[in-house]
């Protein structure tokens, strides 16, 4: 049963880092590709950032592009996403999300870590 | 504003039918990009209901169905069931913008 893990979220003040990490179990990870998608109070879903199944190549929503990265550990079947230079509209519920063998769907998603950027 | 069109909400009867549209363009549905489906319900993770326009995951009933025309694409739920008032969102990929995209939601209401 595939089971996603997400932790490290937290209070941060503007212009401040985090580092959200995801512990993944029930698949093997090294075979597939992860998201992370976000969600603000109230508001709907929002993807932020894609890494292939062996981390050659990454993608970013424009929004996050330059401040965020996206990372994985394929030894410790861990994803993580790098946040830095936070801003207020960044202030949201944090998925880790996994992808297919094939296909641009999600089809297993963590339960979320709460990332709040406030003064 | 999202790059997928979404009614904010709908709603329906027990036993009715319902539909949630899903409108989007020349660089997304209508790239020929799969349309995906994710049901939200209050205080959890979203879960996959439909994907690659109209496939199902196994353990999601067959009263939800998916379709695709041009550029949008379509939920329906037959029968609705009380345990059916959710969030659900679409989602596809954008080719100018190298990403996955979602639309902005429709909260389902059975009344």
């Known amino acids: 049963q595939v089971h996603l893990v997400e932790s490290g979220g937290g209070v941060v003040q503007p212009g401040g880092s985090l580092r959200l990490s995801c512990v993944a179990s029930?698949?093997?990870?090294?075979?597939?590709?992860m998201h992370w998608v976000r969600q603000a109070p109230g508001k709907g879903l929002e993807w932020v950032a894609f890494?292939?199944?062996?981390?050659?190549?990454?993608t970013f929503a424009d929004s996050v592009k330059g401040r965020f990265t996206i990372s994985r550990d394929n030894t410790k079947n861990t994803l993580f996403l790098q946040m830095s230079s936070l801003r207020a509209e960044d202030t949201a519920i944090y998925y880790c999300?996994?992808?297919?063998?094939?296909?641009?769907?999600?089809?297993?998603w963590g339960q979320g870590t709460l990332v709040t950027v406030s003064s | 504003q999202s790059v997928l069109t979404q009614p904010p909400s709908v709603s329906g009867a027990p036993g009715q039918r319902v539909t949630i549209s899903c409108i989007g363009s020349s660089s997304n549905i209508g790239a020929g990009f799969d349309v995906h489906w994710y049901q939200q319900l209050p205080g959890t993770a979203p879960r996959l209901l439909i994907y690659?326009?109209?496939f199902r995951p196994s353990g999601v009933p067959d009263r939800f169905s998916g379709s695709k025309s041009g550029t949008s694409a379509s939920l329906a739920i037959t029968g609705l069931q009380a345990e059916d008032e959710a969030d659900y969102y679409c989602?596809?990929?954008?080719?100018?913008?190298?990403?996955?995209?979602f639309g902005g939601g429709t909260k389902l209401t059975v009344l």
């Open positions: 890494i292939r199944y062996d981390g050659s190549n990454e």
């Open positions: 690659g326009n109209s």
């Open positions: 999300a996994k992808a297919p063998n094939l296909g641009t769907y999600i089809d297993y």
């Open positions: 989602q596809s990929y954008n080719g100018s913008l190298s990403g996955r995209v």
């Open positions: 029930g698949f093997t990870f090294n075979f597939y590709g």
